[in-house]
Nanobody, 120 residues
Framework: QVQVVESGGGLVQAGGSLRLSCAASGSIFSINAMGWYRQAPGKQRELVADITSGGTAAYADSVKGRFTISRDNAKNTVYLQMNSLKPEDTAVYYC??????????????WGQGTQVTVSS
């Protein structure tokens, strides 16, 4: 059984920083892309940033220059460093990983979500 668990959310003032972590565990054969999505109240879930197994990262325009995604392949972990946070960054942040379990085809796995609240 594979698990994806996020941590690091919380309440921060505008201009502050937070670091999210997401660790995948279980019977993992391989992990392709890992990424972070977010969903604000009344809005659709949107991609924030993702990173390939080779380290190529991509970002939503709204977070470029403020957020940095990174991963530690040895630990099956992805991080999101969020700086210069704005109230509009307030959302539930979800970790996503495209993984292959042993004897299964690759598919999406999601974490349970972690709340990030930025006060003005």
């Amino acid at each position: 059984q594979v698990q994806v668990v996020e941590s690091g959310g919380g309440l921060v003032q505008a201009g502050g920083s937070l670091r999210l972590s997401c660790a995948a565990s279980g019977s993992i054969f391989s992990i392709n892309a890992m990424g972070w999505y977010r969903q604000a109240p009344g809005k659709q879930r949107e991609l924030v940033a993702d990173i390939t197994s080779g380290g190529t990262a991509a970002y939503a325009d709204s977070v470029k220059g403020r957020f940095t995604i990174s991963r530690d392949n040895a630990k099956n972990t992805v991080y999101l460093q969020m700086n210069s946070l704005k109230p509009e960054d307030t959302a539930v942040y979800y970790c996503n990983a495209i993984m292959k379990e042993y004897y299964h085809s690759p598919r999406d796995y999601w974490g349970q979500g972690t709340q990030v609240t930025v006060s003005s």
